[in-house]
């Protein structure tokens, strides 16, 4: 007697989960907060013109203040303006144009040196890139009157703290990266390293190539006419690059680690 066998019912296919989608962009809340400080703070213009000047003397950046030989003239902010305008003057900015310029730049490499540092370590070092921005500034305009404004030096100081683990394997400007916490967090390069990486130093020459055609030439991209503090930028810049291993919490690479390369009117930083 043949004994019936029941076919189990044929279960439907499985589909693999979908994996989530990163969004095209997001901001670190410490950046975030970074670019939300400097819109508010640019709702200085509304201001009567007396009281907007006011506000970028007291807090811009002015050499002349330094200088031992003047006499008769007192700047606003007193003694106290010698010291918080090296930080200041970088949350200052011309227009809307000016703003927009620098976050640009800011949404790749400060969102990456923000989800590597965290929000303390982030602050501090924008306000450390600021002052030497404002140091080389002040060493290679000593007597000038017209404040410097604008967040430059310390844009660019971000992005060459970035250059030190950009293009590592998995990171943001490589060929493989994950997502984008990960892609943050790889090991960095030691500043010798990077320096022999030939995506960095073509990164650095290009960077330099624009910064003196913009500065030397007097060119201006939406500022006015305003002159631009190149060498702000490079003081920022050069911060950055020698400065990043300070504030980095991530364990460097080690020796043999992969890279990516191996298979008047304000001067406005």
């Known amino acids: 007697m043949e004994s019936a066998t029941e076919t189990p019912p044929e279960l439907p296919p499985q589909v693999p989960p979908e994996a989530p989608r990163e969004p095209i962009l997001t901001l670190p809340s410490a950046l975030t907060a970074y670019v939300v400080l400097i819109a508010i703070i640019h709702l200085r213009v509304l201001l009567p013109p007396e009281l907007e000047n006011w506000t970028i ?71 450390v890139t600021a002052a030497a921005g404002a140091l080389a500034h002040l060493v290679t305009h000593e007597h000038a009157v017209a404040p410097m404004i604008g967040a430059s030096a310390s844009v660019s100081g971000t992005m060459a703290a970035a250059m030190r683990f950009a293009f590592v394997k998995g990171s943001f400007l490589s060929f493989s990266r994950g997502d984008a916490d990960l892609a943050a967090k790889v090991p960095a390069l030691s500043l010798s390293r990077a320096l022999r990486n030939g995506r960095v130093l073509a990164f650095l020459a290009i960077w330099f190539a624009v910064n003196l055609i913009f500065g030397i030439g007097s060119i201006a991209i939406g500022m006015d006419g305003a002159s631009v503090a190149w060498q702000a930028h490079i003081g920022g810049f050069f911060a950055g690059l020698v400065l990043f291993s300070l504030f980095d919490p991530v364990p460097r690479a080690p020796a043999d680690a992969a890279d990516a390369s191996s298979p008047g009117t304000p001067d406005r930083a």
């Open 57 to 127: 003397d007291v807090f811009g950046f002015i050499p002349k203040r330094y200088d031992q030989t003047l006499l008769d003239y007192t700047f606003p902010g007193g003694a106290g303006a010698k010291v918080w305008t090296f930080v200041t003057y970088s949350l200052l900015h011309a227009n809307l144009s000016h703003i927009g310029f620098n976050v640009l730049w800011l949404l790749p490499f400060g969102s990456a040196l923000a989800r590597r540092f965290g929000a303390i370590r982030f602050f501090i070092f924008m306000a």
